[in-house]
């Protein structure tokens, strides 16, 4: 297993719109390697001022086979992975009431949005303790985030399974943080608020009056450079001292005020 790319390198998962095409584009403005995988390959060159520094693959998080498929890309084409993005998510096909959802939406939620992300991870921390241990790398210092949700503490009854899956990469956090910390490898979550992406589009009207009306402290949308500037932070080692941490990007909302 040779090194092929003399850069760092990062996946971001999901990275074809929205927040994860967000990131991306903060990482290769950043000088890093920048691979990115979704379950369809984009319609348009998202990256053609860095093609030489970018990567699609193809894969479905949720596959066990898939998800091999990626990593044995990697290894190949790539020979090394420094920071691991799991950005990948998608809400329910349709928003039921609580008491009304189905089982089928719930494991197709989470197998996406949790079981993918929690065994990638496994994988691909594996994969990084191999390089360490291997010694070839310089200043070798991989890390790993994970972008969650305020919907991980925030209920929302007409999408529960989507709350579930959040809460759960909070946990996930935690548990790799631990057991990932005597190898170095830093872990975080990352939770956004609300940001202009399409998967928010069709409730924009709702949330423009939300924050009009003093929703959040900070009175606008986020955006996708706001987690990506966030990432680089996290990934370039300037807040070293921590592991596990949450890192609240959502304007304020988290604050409780009277």
């Keep these: 297993m040779e090194q092929k790319i003399d850069q760092k390198v990062v996946l971001v998962t999901g990275g074809t719109q929205g927040i994860g095409l967000g990131i991306a584009h903060e990482f290769l403005s950043k000088n890093y390697f920048v691979i990115i995988c979704a379950r369809h390959e984009p319609k348009e060159n998202l990256f053609e001022s860095f093609e030489e520094s970018s990567l699609f693959i193809e894969c479905d998080i949720s596959s066990n086979e898939s998800r091999a498929k990626l990593i044995e890309t990697i290894k190949k084409n790539v020979g090394r992975i420094d920071v691991l993005v799991n950005n990948a998510g998608v809400g329910p096909p349709e928003r039921k009431d609580l008491l009304e959802a189905s089982e089928k939406f719930f494991e197709y939620v989470m197998k996406i949005n949790l079981q993918g992300p929690y065994f990638l991870t496994q994988q691909l921390a594996n994969y990084m303790i191999e390089l360490q241990e291997k010694g070839k790398i310089l200043n070798y210092h991989p890390s790993i985030m994970t972008i969650s949700s305020i919907s991980a503490f925030t209920s929302s009854t007409s999408r529960g399974e989507y709350c579930i899956?959040?809460?759960?990469?909070?946990?996930?956090?935690?548990?790799?943080?631990?057991?990932?910390?005597?190898?170095?490898?830093?872990?975080?979550?990352?939770?956004?608020?609300?940001?202009?992406?399409?998967?928010?589009?069709?409730?924009?009207?709702?949330?423009?009056?939300?924050?009009?009306?003093?929703?959040?402290?900070?009175?606008?949308?986020?955006?996708?450079?706001?987690?990506?500037?966030?990432?680089?932070?996290l990934a370039e080692g300037l807040i070293p001292y921590t592991t596990g941490q949450v890192l609240n990007l959502d304007g304020g909302f988290h604050v409780r005020r009277l």
């Design 165 to 233: 899956s959040k809460a759960g990469l909070s946990m996930m956090t935690k548990l790799y943080a631990d057991r990932l910390a005597e190898y170095n490898i830093p872990v975080y979550e990352i939770q956004p608020g609300i940001i202009e992406t399409p998967m928010t589009k069709g409730v924009k009207s709702k949330y423009d009056k939300l924050i009009g009306e003093g929703l959040l402290p900070i009175k606008r949308w986020g955006n996708p450079a706001d987690i990506g500037k966030a990432a680089v932070t």
